[in-house]
DNA sequence: CAACGCTTTTATCATATAAATAAGCCGGCA
DNA sequence: TGCCGGCTTATTTATATGATAAAAGCGTTG
């Protein structure tokens, strides 16, 4: 009847995000269910956010911890409070959407195509900068870094080893490769969403060959030093996905139309 | 001796972050007060970061709120926590830097051109690739609140207007105008380093002309629905203001060096 | 209609207990 | 002697509880 976490909650898969840091921790457990209630929409209807003394009662835990748990929400931009006027869930436009933990919400729970959209958007922007930046300044360690995880993308090819922790392996080392501390922020969330990004719209049954030898010719600009050719490659790269996941919302949003156009 | 806040500490002028919302808030000047101190590496030297009860004898505030404070701070990335263990200060690279509040500390508190030019790095991917979504699906009200912020631009130009704001509003404007939250969520951070970029590596004495038809025609683009071509003027625009920041890095880093290669 | 007081809710404080864990202690054994 | 295993202790955060202060909406009243 109430599907919210009661206190014996014990979800016992705890590996991603920041917060996963410390394993079983009450605070930490209603930040997490606190987040994906929220952005799910559980308190965006009539009846808005729960006074402190209903949270706590509904969670079986005492006043102080709510208190602490709202307090990482507020600073994640998803909740605001005041006195009098109790605590309420802020409009979406403010949530810290590049935060791992609320990115990570929104995709488990909240799936859209239009995010997933709008995320590859923003990848087809920031990934072809790191690729090109990484041309310039990666370090052997680094560009050593890239091939590795091309290997493992070849291997994977022949199912030698696991495709999207290996595609996965890739996109981050390029970031890390760029030097630049923007786009390796940007690492926790593309590993995020191409976790989704990949599983959903698929195509891994087999993984193309093409596919990877796209991969590899990106990782071979990048080890010549080539930083127009590594940008314009990797545009491409993710120019594809971008395609297929535009592909997958037109025919979700109007199916009919597909034909009757 | 000691330069941090005591409990007094009534620093009149909020209007920034999205912390800002509450006005005078104990909990809230802590955090920036904490913010700051860890950004600027109060904490990372011998001794780290204090016991909760330290801090609490610090701020003259409870425990209850202290602890509170380090939660937001914990949620942003900059501590973490283990009984018997203490409280310490993250390694820089699980900062938040995406998080607004972070990103203003760092750049107010403790600027560095090198820090600055990895955000416009960022910048120079990001908002050519807002620059092309806009050309291509910006509402009439967003097309009117980008040559809005021309017409300001020009009017600076002139003196009858402020050049710093105008600039700011432009490229929030074609940010707002491109549609995607992610690109929009940049906006606070983009605003907040633009402050600084502009006013640092000034070049504003008396706004150049040049420089606002250079914008005025990122603007008649994305009015064109050309999305080439705004995008790759708005690429040209920034990397003129990377090519400035980087000048000056390199003068800073190696000034003697300079003339003797 | 303005000022006052009432009420609700968060903000802050104070104190106590539980749980985790690093570090020391101690005894025994090779 | 020297090392190692488990036990004890001490420190620090985690959690609980209850009380007071301050903000802010709302109605009442002069």
Known sequence: MDDSAPSGSKSGHRKDGQLAAWGSNLTY?????LGIAIVTGRYSGPGGFPVESELAKHYGASRSILREAVKMLTAKG???????QGTWVEPEDRWNL?????????????FSLRLLTEFIEMRLA??????????????????????HAIDRMIAASRNEDDPLTSDIAFHVAVLEASGNRFYMQ?????????????RRTNDYKGVRLASVMDHKRICDA????????AGALMRVLIQEALDLVQGAERATLAPEQVSST
């Open 29 to 33: 457990n209603i930040v997490q269910d």
């Open 126 to 147: 920031v990934e072809p900068g790191a690729a090109a930046l990484a041309a310039r300044i990666a370090t052997p360690a680094q560009k050593a870094k890239i091939v």
């Open 98 to 110: 590049l935060d791992p933990d609320v990115l990570r919400w929104l995709l488990e729970r909240k």
């Open 186 to 198: 940007l690492r926790e969330l593309i590993e995020t969403a191409l976790r989704f990004s990949i």
């Open 222 to 229: 990048i080890l010549a030093g080539d930083a127009d050719a």
């Open 78 to 84: 998803l909740l605001g409070a005041r006195p009098r």
